[in-house]
């Protein structure tokens, strides 16, 4: 286990809506990443967050958008859902060198 | 064209025989390159990282080498069980970047 829990596991949700999808971080991790990642792909770099500020952001448009407590959780918000968004997406928090990645939600759009 | 490409693709093999993935990647400046083991549905645990000084790290029955000056590196499986069937993803950092590859997908037989 690494200590990193995510909610809900699965979700379906249909075109246009909008979604928010939670991690919980260990205690002490101030640095938590979000990814998605497509059915036989690796992840892709969504953003990361470092003391509740976004510190670096991927190649994904401004409809996901993210927020980091200080209780070390952190949301992952996408607004106006495409079929594409279907995805496993991961929160994965730091410590030093090492992520600990969570269990992951599956999200299918239909 | 991702900057970590990892061969082969996915693989087969039987319970007690040994494997070898492969991962090259053109991602510079090189920090650290990861391996990470990813069950079905389930987020990625890392097994090893490596830094531009080390050429080879074990974990168990998980060796993972690095050939900075080729940009390769491998993860070799010994005496395979059940339980690593799995996707193998090879991941390189460089500039507070994680860069992923796509992964390699293990199925071991009884």
């Known amino acids: 286990e690494t200590g990193v829990t995510q909610s809900p596991t699965h979700l379906i949700k249909t075109r246009g809506q909008q979604v928010t999808l939670r991690c919980s971080s260990q205690s002490g991790h101030n640095t938590v990443s979000w990814y998605q990642q497509a059915l036989g792909q690796g992840p892709q770099f969504i953003f990361q967050y470092y003391r509740e500020e976004e510190n670096g952001r991927g190649n994904f448009p401004p409809r996901f958008s993210g927020l980091q407590f200080p209780n070390y959780s952190s949301e992952l918000n996408v607004n106006a859902l495409e079929l594409d968004d279907s995805a496993l997406y991961l929160c994965?928090?730091?410590?030093?060198?090492?992520?600990?990645f969570g269990p992951g939600t599956r999200l299918l759009v239909l | 064209k991702n900057q970590v490409e990892q061969s082969p693709q996915s693989l087969i093999i039987l319970e007690g025989k040994n494997c070898t993935l492969q991962c090259n990647y053109t991602v510079s400046p090189f920090s650290n390159l990861r391996w990470y083991k990813q069950d079905t549905g389930r987020g990625p645990v890392s097994l090893t990282i490596?830094?531009?000084?080390?050429n080879t790290k074990s974990n168990g029955r998980y060796t993972a080498t690095l050939d900075a000056d080729t940009k390769q590196s491998s993860l070799h499986i010994t005496a395979s069980q059940l339980s690593d069937s799995a996707s193998y993803i090879c991941v390189v950092s460089a500039a507070a970047k994680l860069s992923f590859g796509a992964g390699t997908t293990v199925t071991v037989r009884a």
């Open positions: 490596m830094t531009f000084s080390e």
């Open positions: 994965a928090s730091s410590w030093g060198q090492t992520q600990y």
